[in-house]
């Protein structure tokens, strides 16, 4: 339990970091796609609200410290081919369907549907270094 633990919030803390750039790095790279943020179909931030972005990398790592607890077996390889191929499974599983009815029903672009999938398989694949180092 300690070491699912420490795999779990160490791979938290570490996305959390990682987000908080890619949020920057987005925002000076694709400023017409930040900007698109702005769109009354989102909310804007507030106190109420705003502690759920840093909350979701925690979400994310304790649900793929399950799936990797339960599957690791099956992945064979290196740590890097491992955590790329549970970053596939999460980005085509979870990420896909959810992405298409939001992209279906909610008006935001293609590119920012794009990189939200991008940036998931991205987190996955962190995480999955992870716990491959944490708990092979």
Known sequence: M?????????AGIVL??????????VIKIFPGLAEE???????????ETDWMFYVHPFIL??????FWERYKDVFKGSDLLRAFEVALVYGVVAMLPVLWLTYS??????????????????QAFIAGIIFSKLNP
Do not use: N, Q
Request: aromatic share 18%; glycine share 8%.
């Open 2 to 10: 300690k070491k699912i633990l420490i795999a779990g919030f160490t």
């Open 16 to 25: 959390l970091l990682i987000s908080l750039g890619l949020m920057f790095l």
């Open 37 to 47: 943020y702005f769109s009354p179909v989102f909310r804007w931030s507030s106190v």
């Open 61 to 66: 790592s304790f649900s793929l410290k399950w």
């Open 105 to 122: 029903s909610i008006d935001i672009s293609l590119g920012m549907v794009l990189t939200w999938l991008i940036y998931g398989i991205i």
